[in-house]
């Protein structure tokens, strides 16, 4: 018999202080509270979570085919290999288990305060402190870090009619597993990352359906493969082994960078492997065409799939390619004004990324909340400190987004940071930092120079990178070292500083 280990108690209650508050618990969450905890310079660490998990994405993501783009090895802590995964890019079952062991094994579990939404964080200039309002009551920290997600929140077309449906109708990232495809017609809307890992899976069990296609993506084919026993045992035993592994994968996944964003004049190469995969699996040259981007290979993020191709040459499958246009209570119309009678719509939409719903609860220096100051084109410093908004650190922020590798590796980069930022101002006995304007706007004018040339810059295609204003505010525009090297520690002479006030709590190897 197997004894469950068992599993940590969370924090019962939000404490009415704490130095350092960590809101969500996802890859983001997990990363900071694990440098800060154990680089020790703070103690006083809380995280809260509006779910009753840890997992973030991969809590959330269950529907049927999920699974990471970026293999394991290379899309899970540098501090926590796992030799347990089995396969190269592993389903979502064992990633939110992973992401739960992690929680439970670095002492994160029982600092979190879980169903603990972050309603208002208002920055009190007289305190140096964030006075934090929750589902759970309130609270105040000196050092607040926004792990919130970048795709955390789902998006819905904003067609007529929406509302209007009457039979099943869900996205892909709250799937509704009481639903049964079993003889059902059933539209899809999106083609994106997600819509291409559960059509497939959909198809069979489904009577009829429908994919409904704004733009195609290029699809290159996925490298999957299980891992083996007898690999889980030689990494198990010999860890270095592993960490040859992702060491090599990293390296691979950065060549992409040369193509990408250095020398694009060699992005006709992964064009060539796209377009054999393409004419192999799509016999009609009608439905071919139909899947054959206009803009240049990259531009959008590159899909990795083997079987989202030949799903759409089935019979039984039908693709849309002018989008929809409005619902009705039976079906889905088309961009061509045509009806599709369906019993359920799925809709694999992604989520509102540029416009993340906790900038509209921050409310820095002057009162304005995050969203205001960015006014639709978000931006940061080194993606993490924005000006006005003192002691504030944002994870996954503008600009830190890749289309080539593991995004785990930026985050961690993103806590590197904010672990040396909390140091520092317990070591100088500092109240706030600020990240300056002048430090700010010279960060992403150097950003926004770097991406000019890049594929996803320059590569005729309209995408979820650019904000409202025009500009990309979602890529890291080189290497990922690159980023790592810049995170580093945190350069207070580009922050105004502030001293005096007392620090909540100092750090553990201080006599208090
Ligand atoms: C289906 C899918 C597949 C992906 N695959 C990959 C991949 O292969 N490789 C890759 O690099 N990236 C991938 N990504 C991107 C993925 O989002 C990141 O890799 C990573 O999971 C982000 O972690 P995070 O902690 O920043 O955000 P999340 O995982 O979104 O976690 C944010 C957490 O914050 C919580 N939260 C949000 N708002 C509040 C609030 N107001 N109060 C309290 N809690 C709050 C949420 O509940 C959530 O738990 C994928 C994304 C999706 C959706």
């Known amino acids: 018999m197997s004894i469950r280990p068992t599993r940590p108690a969370p924090l019962a209650a939000l404490p009415a202080q704490v130095h350092t508050l960590i809101v969500g618990t996802g890859f983001a969450g997990l990363a900071a509270a694990h440098k800060i905890l154990t680089e020790k310079s703070s103690s006083d660490v809380v995280l809260i979570e509006r779910a009753a998990d840890v997992g973030g994405t991969w809590r959330d993501n269950t529907y049927p085919g999920a699974a990471c783009d970026v293999p394991s090895n290379l899309y899970s802590f540098s501090f926590a290999p796992s030799p347990a995964w089995t396969h190269n890019y592993a389903r979502q079952p064992e990633i939110f288990d992973y992401l739960k062991s992690v929680a439970d094994s670095h002492g994160m579990r029982e600092r979190t305060v879980f169903d603990c939404e972050l309603l208002s964080a208002r920055w009190d200039s007289k305190t140096s402190r964030w006075n934090v309002e929750t589902s759970q009551g309130t609270t105040s920290a000196q050092v607040l870090v926004a792990a919130t997600g970048t795709l955390s929140n789902p998006?819905?077309?904003?067609?007529?009619?929406?509302?209007?449906?009457?039979?099943?109708?869900?996205?892909?990232?709250?799937?509704?597993?009481?639903?049964?495809?079993?003889?059902?017609?059933?539209?899809?809307?999106?083609?994106?990352?997600?819509?291409?890992?559960?059509?497939?899976?959909?198809?069979?069990?489904?009577?009829?359906?429908?994919?409904?296609?704004?733009?195609?993506?290029?699809?290159?084919?996925?490298?999957?493969?299980?891992?083996?026993?007898?690999?889980?045992?030689?990494?198990?035993?010999?860890?270095?082994?592993?960490?040859?592994?992702?060491?090599?994968?990293?390296?691979?996944?950065?060549?992409?960078?040369?193509?990408?964003?250095?020398?694009?004049?060699?992005?006709?190469?992964?064009?060539?492997?796209?377009?054999?995969?393409?004419?192999?699996?799509?016999?009609?040259?009608?439905?071919?065409?139909?899947?054959?981007?206009?803009?240049?290979?990259?531009?959008?993020?590159?899909?990795?799939?083997?079987?989202w191709l030949r799903t759409l040459s089935r019979p039984d499958v039908d693709l849309v390619d002018t989008g929809m246009s409005a619902m009705t209570a039976d079906g889905v119309v088309d961009g061509n004004g045509v009806e599709h009678k369906v019993d359920a719509v799925v809709f694999g939409t992604g989520f509102t990324a540029t416009e993340p719903p906790v900038a509209q609860v921050l409310h820095g220096a002057d009162g304005r909340s995050l969203a205001e100051s960015w006014n639709g084109s978000p931006s940061a410093y080194r993606g993490t400190s924005v000006n006005g908004f003192p002691n504030l650190f944002l994870m996954y922020g503008p600009n830190t987004n890749l289309g080539h590798s593991s995004i785990v590796y930026m985050l961690e980069s993103q806590a590197n940071y904010i672990n040396s930022a909390i140091a520092q101002m317990s070591d100088r006995k500092l109240s706030s930092i600020d990240v300056t304007r002048r430090a700010q706007e010279a960060y992403n004018d150097d950003i926004d120079e770097q991406l000019t040339d890049t594929v996803w810059n320059a590569g005729g295609c309209s995408s979820w990178y650019f904000d409202r204003k025009g500009r990309n505010s979602v890529m890291w525009p080189t290497f990922t070292w690159e980023f790592r090297k810049l995170l580093r520690t945190t350069d207070l002479g580009d922050f105004e500083l502030r001293r005096g006030a007392p620090v909540a709590q100092p750090r553990e190897s201080e006599p208090a």
């Open 155 to 307: 998006s819905f077309p904003d067609v007529p009619g929406i509302g209007d449906f009457t039979g099943t109708m869900f996205h892909s990232a709250t799937w509704d597993h009481g639903f049964d495809p079993a003889g059902k017609r059933i539209a899809v809307v999106g083609t994106g990352a997600s819509a291409i890992q559960f059509v497939p899976e959909l198809a069979d069990p489904a009577e009829h359906l429908t994919v409904f296609q704004r733009t195609p993506a290029w699809i290159i084919p996925r490298l999957e493969r299980p891992i083996g026993a007898l690999e889980r045992r030689l990494y198990k035993v010999l860890p270095p082994t592993q960490k040859i592994a992702r060491g090599a994968l990293y390296a691979y996944r950065e060549g992409y960078v040369v193509a990408l964003a250095k020398f694009t004049f060699l992005l006709p190469l992964f064009k060539l492997v796209a377009q054999g995969q393409l004419r192999k699996q799509v016999a009609d040259p009608v439905l071919r065409k139909k899947l054959t981007p206009g803009f240049t290979i990259g531009c959008k993020r590159m899909l990795l799939s083997n079987t």
